[in-house]
């Protein structure tokens, strides 16, 4: 019995024989294609009673032979017209090529809904951290000592090098430029109060945000998003293993214990850079200004730089996880949410410093 599918044109019309199913088109189907592009044979009539099966490929090769539409007349069986009508109804490829991009207000409401969602995000997994604590409070056993550890090493004395690299450069770059400055009006000696408020208040804090989020922050949600591409996540739910106690809150407490040492250690590294250039700059030497260092910076400027880092540090965790936890089984996603992990940080962590800015504008400055 002759199975392959064959095509002949008798008495003005198009009569199929055999089966018309992938694997017997396949073999002669270069052949078939051209015999059926070669003739104006979508103006005749097609008689498929004779075709003991039909396949959707087959179907599919049929309709864009008619061209997308039904021929004169069709002699075919139920099924057949069945899945002919199947693949009628899917759209063609010129349809969805020429759907009409989204407008401005359009694409203003899709951000709209996912500011939303993420935001419904962040409190759910905020939520969720405090629960595991209530947890770990009561079973202090099973506390992830080891995650903690591991991620207090990565996230903190790894950004050490990098952070007193910068600092440093800062702290000369603000005393070099500040000299040029003070010594035309001849108040050289107030190098120290500009250095000592700007760095240990202000610049060393957002600085060293900048960088973690930019280092660690992105590892975090690299790291969780990885998890979720090899099932990871999965696995651990499957053991009876709670993701968020494992995967999330070491990571949350590492950075938020971690910051402040690193917003202490960069300002440091920063005030001993300006040090060196106001040395080389005004020839102020290091015991004047380390003595006057003291004086005109009070103690509260130092509190709230580091109480900036520890706000900083929970920040810059919290979204990373978040972002980590929303990506899908595929690389885009994983790239995608890693760059809305660091610019959403970035973003956040500036507007956490203008509020702090805002509630101690009256706080640690020394008043004349």
């Known amino acids: 019995m002759n199975l392959s599918p064959r095509l002949q044109v008798e008495s003005g019309k198009v009569v199929l024989t055999g089966q018309w199913t992938l694997s017997e088109l396949l073999p002669g189907l270069k052949e078939l294609e051209a015999r059926l592009a070669g003739d104006d044979l979508a103006t005749l009539p097609w008689d498929l009673s004779s075709v003991s099966r039909l396949d959707s490929a087959a179907a599919v090769l049929l309709w864009r032979t008619w061209n997308e539409r039904w021929p004169v007349e069709l002699v075919a069986s139920e099924m057949q017209r069945r899945a002919l009508e199947r693949v009628a109804a899917m759209p063609s490829a010129e349809a969805s090529s020429t759907l009409s991009t989204p407008g401005l207000v359009e694409r203003v409401g899709y951000l709209v809904l996912a500011l939303f969602d993420n935001m419904q995000g962040l409190v759910v997994l905020y939520g969720q951290m405090l629960l595991d604590l209530v947890h770990l409070v009561r079973h202090p056993s099973e506390m992830p000592w080891r995650e903690l550890a591991a991620n207090i090493y990565k ?39 500009i250095l000592g408020v700007s760095i240990i208040r202000e610049l060393g804090p957002v600085l060293v945000a900048v960088l973690v989020a930019g280092r660690s922050g992105s590892a975090m949600t690299a ?13 651990l739910s499957a053991m009876g293993v709670s993701r968020s106690i494992r995967v999330v809150l070491p990571k ?8 402040p040492m690193l917003v202490l250690w960069a ?23 380390v003595e006057n260092l003291q004086r005109a910076v009070p103690v509260a400027n130092l509190v709230i730089g580091l109480g900036k880092g520890l706000v900083f540090g929970f920040v810059i965790a919290w979204v990373a996880c978040h972002f980590g936890l929303r990506v899908k089984p595929n690389t885009e996603s994983l790239s ?33």
């Open 336 to 368: 995608a949410n890693t760059t809305r992990s660091v610019v959403t940080a970035i973003t956040l962590v500036i507007l956490v410093d203008a509020v702090f800015a805002i509630m101690t504008r009256n706080v640690g400055i020394p008043q004349l």
């Open 223 to 235: 790291q969780i998003g990885v998890m979720r591409v090899t099932e990871e996540i999965d696995a």
């Open 267 to 289: 300002s440091a590294i920063a005030l001993l850079g300006g040090m060196f250039s106001a040395l080389l700059q005004l020839g102020i030497p290091f015991p004047y200004f």
């Open 155 to 193: 996230a903190g004395a790894m950004a050490l090098p990098v952070t007193a690299l910068v600092g440093f450069l800062i702290g000369v770059t603000i005393s070099y430029l500040s000299a040029l400055q003070l010594r035309n009006f001849g108040a050289d000696l107030f190098i120290v109060n």
């Open 252 to 259: 949350l407490l590492a950075l938020t214990v971690v910051m």
